[in-house]
């Protein structure tokens, strides 16, 4: 199994909503990641676990909330979300953060803002 | 931090014809540089990696050239299909450390 699966696919929401993105690998991998992907735009990191533990938030308004409840799955709570959040979230997964593998990337969440 | 650019932003070549695509970075200590494809919709899929100890790497019509000193690397696609249509991006990683990523090439391939 060398799949990312992302959960849900699409996801509309209102600017006072509270919703939650999921992702799951069972590859075994213990680094996971969060990206945002605009149109045209490369893939910005958000949030890197490692171990479970977060070991990266590149500078992410508290309004973006992870959790990695175990080695399989990687959340991403959203409230109080803005029009400008609109994107594509991408989750990925390593095998680690000290290893020169790829990642794997999951389809993406495509969140709408309204 | 880790600096990441990539040329030509796109790139548009006949069927048949040769694509060649590179990035340049910053951190001398950057050691895994993978190439991801993107098509309209879609999850990056990794196409090509290449690591620091190795020179060159090829993949039937994919290859890459990596040079250290220099410090890039490119992407070479020979006899190139409508289905290689896609945007590429390099990325580059170290360890302990994020993937970082290009900004992308838009490769149109024409009929």
């Known amino acids: 199994d060398t799949e990312v699966t992302q959960t849900p696919k699409h996801l509309v929401m209102g600017m006072t909503n509270k919703k939650s993105l999921k992702c799951e690998q069972h590859?075994?991998?213990?680094?996971m990641y969060w990206y945002k992907q605009k149109a045209k735009k490369p893939p910005e990191l958000m949030f890197v676990?490692?171990?479970?533990?977060?070991?990266i938030n590149e500078s992410v308004p508290s309004r973006f909330s992870p959790e990695c409840p175990n080695s399989s799955l990687l959340n991403l709570h959203l409230h109080a979300l803005q029009p400008e959040d609109s994107a594509l979230y991408l989750c990925?997964?390593?095998?680690?953060?000290?290893?020169?593998?790829?990642?794997?990337f999951g389809q993406g969440t495509r969140l709408t803002v309204v | 931090g880790e600096n990441v650019e990539q040329h030509p932003s796109t790139l548009s070549v006949q069927e048949g014809d040769s694509a060649v695509i590179k990035c340049t970075y910053s951190d001398s200590a950057s050691n895994y540089f993978p190439w991801y494809k993107q098509e309209l919709g879609k999850r990056p899929q990794l196409i090509i990696d290449i690591r620091s100890n190795v020179g060159e790497k090829k993949d039937q019509r994919i290859a890459v050239t990596l040079n250290k000193t220099a410090k890039h690397f490119s992407l070479h696609i020979t006899e190139t299909q409508p289905e290689d249509s896609a945007v590429y991006f390099c990325a580059v990683h170290n360890y302990g450390q994020n993937f970082v990523f290009g900004p992308g090439t838009r490769l149109s391939v024409l009929p």
């Open positions: 676990y490692s171990y479970e533990k977060l070991s």
């Open positions: 990925a997964s390593s095998r680690g953060t000290t290893e020169n593998t790829e990642a794997f």
């Open positions: 590859m075994g991998h213990r680094a």
